[in-house]
């Protein structure tokens, strides 16, 4: 018996060995076979499928994908006093590749609670978690596969306005979850310029500031 195959894992969730097998969208692609590595907060699999080339012959082929749900981030902006609001906080993962001291500053954002969550409610939540503003209109932005090679997650990017009336809570993330976070006021013109330093190497925050002054609340023609 396998946690996460025959029994609940640590969520909850079974037939974690079979994602895959159903799939019929795309007629160059059968799948074969679902390897469950490790089912923990993560679900590790390697998938053996059978892909139809561009010369017409089928080649068997293996992949490890890391499955961590999918995401939501938010950029919260003020425009009028053009400035935006993010986060600093440790990340241990780059901590270990390369990151000076690990403090990476980024939008505020999360994992989906759960499949059913609408990335929307996602962000919503995680702003009041994190920074301690409850937004109101919410722009959706776009959806992005981060790293497609190996990582199974699709984030959703929204913009909101904030300000001193959408203040409602403390922020600084949840103690129950090690949250130790610092909130950031930064004018707009700073945060890219922090980019062009590398003061900011988080990549959802580089797309959603770069979005906001290409198409967004401080774009040219806004």
Do not use: C
Request: hydrophobic share 35%.
């Amino acid at each position: 018996m396998t946690a996460g195959a025959d029994v609940p894992d640590g969520r909850g969730r079974t037939g974690l060995h079979r994602t895959g097998l159903d799939l019929h969208g795309n007629p160059r692609v059968k799948v074969r076979e679902v390897t469950l590595l490790s089912s923990h907060w993560y679900v590790e699999r390697t998938t053996v499928f059978d892909y139809r080339h561009a010369d017409g012959v089928w080649r068997t082929q293996e992949r490890e994908t890391h499955d961590r749900g999918n995401g939501a981030t938010l950029l919260l902006y003020d425009a009028e006093r053009e400035t935006v609001l993010l986060t600093r906080q440790f990340r241990f993962p780059v901590y270990v590749n390369g990151h000076p001291d690990g403090m990476l500053v980024e939008t505020p954002g999360g994992l989906l609670d759960d499949e059913d969550e609408h990335p929307e409610a996602a962000v919503r939540r995680e702003a009041v978690e994190e920074t301690g503003h409850t937004v109101g209109e919410v722009q959706h932005v776009f959806d992005v596969y981060m790293s497609p090679g190996s990582v199974t997650e699709r984030v959703s990017f929204y913009a909101a306005s904030y300000g001193a009336s959408t203040r409602t809570h403390e922020g600084g993330g949840l103690d129950e979850e090690g949250e130790d976070i610092e909130i950031l006021e930064l004018p707009f013109r700073r945060a890219l310029g922090m980019i062009r330093t590398g003061e900011i190497a988080d990549a959802k925050t580089i797309m959603l500031l770069q979005w906001a002054a290409l198409d967004g609340p401080f774009a040219p023609s806004a």
